[in-house]
């Protein structure tokens, strides 16, 4: 799986809005870019994820370069339930593979909130 | 409906010792998976099933980890000799169909602790 680079931590004060980013140089063309939280003592979340065009959903908005090579996950007004670790992955299209299902998560940005 | 389940949240046990953690999927959930987290890194892909078969075993970290599905819902993951090195949360998520674009539902975890 592709690698992905996001920074070790981020801060952000209540109801502002926060963009976390995600380098993903080596993306190949059958790559998707998925984004999942860890909020404390629990297990990950999905967030959203994208292709090619930006796409919103109730929790975030995901926004991806015209070269796919970062993207950005937005969180329109952050809360304090918003405080966890987020990560960045990319995941095979190829529906023939084995290992395609799989998550390959690296260490993530821990998000801070402040009130 | 019911999330994720896994038994028991917490397991210590004494080194060289036979564990069994058990994962209750989402009811109709094809795919089920099981990573492994230590403290301050992002989960570790174990295994993935595919219904009852082993679709990609290659997380495994050697022969003593094994995990069956056997009637495609429930698993079971079993360590054999535990190591003190194998003290992590073990974390078990499925999702409907296994794809790349399938949102991957994660349990609570296990915490694993070898004495």
């Known amino acids: 799986d592709a690698k992905t680079t996001q920074p070790n931590s981020m801060e952000s004060n209540e109801e502002e809005p926060v963009h976390l980013p995600c380098n993903h140089s080596t993306i190949s063309g059958t790559d998707y870019i998925h984004w999942y939280r860890q909020l404390p003592s629990q297990g990950p979340e999905y967030v959203i994820h994208g292709l090619t065009s930006n796409v919103n959903n109730r929790m975030a908005s995901l926004a991806i370069a015209e070269d796919r090579k970062s993207s950005t996950l937005i969180l329109h007004r952050a809360t304090l339930r918003d405080a966890a670790v987020y990560y960045c992955i990319l995941r095979e299209i190829s529906a023939g593979g084995t290992s395609y299902g799989k998550l390959t998560f690296g260490q993530g940005t821990i998000l801070t909130v402040h009130p | 409906g019911a999330g994720v389940s896994q038994t028991p949240s917490n397991k210590v046990t004494e080194k060289g010792k036979y564990v069994e953690l058990r994962c209750d999927p989402i009811?109709?959930?094809?795919?089920l998976y099981w990573y492994r987290q230590s403290l301050g890194q992002g989960p570790e892909f174990l295994i993935y099933?595919?219904?009852?078969?082993?679709?990609?075993d290659s997380g495994l970290p050697n022969d003593r980890f094994f995990a069956v599905r056997p009637e495609g819902s429930v698993s079971t993951l079993k360590i054999q000799r535990t190591e003190r090195g194998d003290s992590a949360v073990y974390l078990c998520?499925?999702?409907?169909?296994?794809?790349?674009?399938?949102?991957?539902?994660f349990g609570p975890g296990t915490r694993l602790t070898v004495l």
């Open positions: 998520a499925s999702s409907p169909r296994g794809g790349s674009t399938d949102t991957q539902y």
């Open positions: 009811s109709g959930h094809t795919a």
């Open positions: 099933f595919q219904g009852t078969g082993a679709a990609d």
